[in-house]
């Protein structure tokens, strides 16, 4: 039997689309085909899924003739696709749901922003959950399904991908048992920063173990490790999928609350992850072999974050 084509919207975020992988998996798994629409870093990201993931332009009108474009192209694999609910959408924006609408598709999403009567069907939205489970939830009840998540999200890296992993972490010379540091957050939660203040004192302790530790900088970030962080094997220009697998080799990552923290647990890194002010029961990286340092409303100390890097180290 083929599978059914779906059409569905990624939300912006790079830990957001890492959390809804397992939603998206979950979907193929009962007999449909996702057709994933999101961010210009999408594609790579995801690469290792095999599943097509198309760039979302800009103003409105092309995006609409965007998604009208993957309907027709939907249809002419399935002539059931416009008699039954064909998309999904994760983001909860009204601009979402509109342009689902405006394309024709019968998507169903969370009832946000006064927007239920542009979806075929709205969903009530828990709040205080995991955003891992909120995307988990959708994806089920789009299937009439009760199903508990993963435990893990078991992200794929092409082949392609880690070769190139491989090959730049030895052209580096980066060493096995390399640690990868995440000293960057971008934007803030609840109005607060996500940057843990003593992360460059504990970089310069975790270098006195003799361990490689290695950063991947993304744009305009380079200037962070050169000039906070001496003593790091700088990768820049590492490409997300890429950083997936280069991540998967490490060691431990330690990160302050940001995407590549996400995307490490995903592909099964060992993840020390530094919060402050940041909801660890809502997003903090998902897996098992996550450890969270997290005493707020004060940060970490030095000592603290060390002592739990040592214990992971050593395991």
């Known amino acids: 039997m083929t599978a059914r084509p779906l059409i569905i919207r990624l939300r912006n ?140 999200i078991a992200l794929k890296t092409r082949p392609a991908d880690q070769a190139e992993a491989d090959a730049r972490l030895e052209a580096a010379g980066v060493r096995p048992g390399f640690v990868v540091i995440c000293p960057f957050a971008g934007g803030q939660f609840e109005k607060q920063d996500k940057t843990w203040p003593a992360f460059a004192a504990f970089t310069q302790a975790l270098l006195q173990t003799g361990r490689d530790v290695v950063a991947c900088p993304g744009p305009g970030e380079d200037t962070i490790i050169t000039g906070e962080h001496p003593g790091v094997k700088l990768l820049a220009g590492v490409k997300l999928g890429v950083y997936g697998g280069l991540l998967r080799r490490a060691s431990l990552v330690v990160s302050n609350d940001t995407g590549p923290a996400h995307l490490a647990a995903a592909v099964g890194a060992p993840v020390l992850s530094v919060l402050g002010p940041t909801k660890p029961e809502q997003w903090a990286p998902w897996g098992p072999d996550v450890t969270i340092a997290r005493c707020w409303p004060e940060w970490p100390t030095v000592n603290a974050v060390m002592a739990l890097a040592e214990d992971r180290l050593t395991r």
């Open 13 to 152: 975020w790079v830990g957001d689309v890492i959390l809804g992988v397992p939603s998206l998996q979950l979907l193929e798994a009962h007999g449909y085909a996702p057709t994933l629409v999101g961010k210009g870093w999408a594609p790579a990201l995801l690469a290792g899924q095999g599943w097509p993931v198309h760039v979302r332009p800009g103003p409105l009108g092309e995006r609409v003739r965007q998604l009208r474009e993957l309907r027709r192209s939907a249809v002419a694999i399935d002539q059931a696709f416009d008699r039954r609910e064909n998309a999904v959408v994760f983001p909860t924006s009204f601009s979402g749901a509109l342009e689902m609408r405006l394309a024709g598709l019968k998507a169903v999403g969370y009832a946000q922003e006064a927007r239920g009567f542009l979806l075929k069907r709205s969903e009530p939205i828990t709040y205080g959950g995991h955003a891992l489970t909120s995307y988990w939830e959708l994806a089920c009840r789009f299937l009439s399904i009760d199903a508990p998540p993963p435990e893990r």
